[in-house]
Nanobody
Framework: QVRLVESGGGSVQAGGSLKLSCAVS????????MGWYRHALGKVRELISS???????LYEDSVKGRFTISQDTTQNTLQLTMTNLNTDDTAVYYC???????????????????????WGQGTQVTVSS
């Protein structure tokens, strides 16, 4: 059974930093695409960063240059290092792993998709001015 557990959220003042971690079990980090989503009050959930199995990364424009996604295949964890936080970053942050398809005895990776992802329970990040 796949389980993702986020940690590292909290309250911080604008300009501060936080590092989120996602402990993964039942799923191999680095095998398929993984990412971080966030859901702010009154807004739709958005994918803010993703990392492919080859290590290539993508960032949503509002976090580019401030957030860094990384994966540790030895610890089977996913991280998000957030710097220069501002009040617009206040949200619940979710770790997600791309779903898989089982065919002919092999698991194939899907791409990240909210309807097929494996999800963590979320961790609150609150940035005050």
């Amino acid at each position: 059974q796949v389980r993702l557990v986020e940690s590292g959220g909290g309250s911080v003042q604008a300009g501060g930093s936080l590092k989120l971690s996602c402990a993964v079990s039942g799923y191999t980090v680095g095998r398929c695409e993984m990412g971080w989503y966030r859901h702010a009050l009154g807004k739709v959930r958005e994918l803010i960063s993703s990392i492919q199995s080859n290590g290539s990364t993508l960032y949503e424009d509002s976090v580019k240059g401030r957030f860094t996604i990384s994966q540790d295949t030895t610890q089977n964890t996913l991280q998000l290092t957030m710097t220069n936080l501002n009040t617009d970053d206040t949200a619940v942050y979710y770790c997600a792993a791309a779903g898989t398809i089982y065919r002919s005895g092999t698991y194939f990776c899907r791409s990240l998709n909210p309807t097929t992802n494996f999800w963590g329970q979320g961790t609150q990040v609150t940035v005050s001015s």
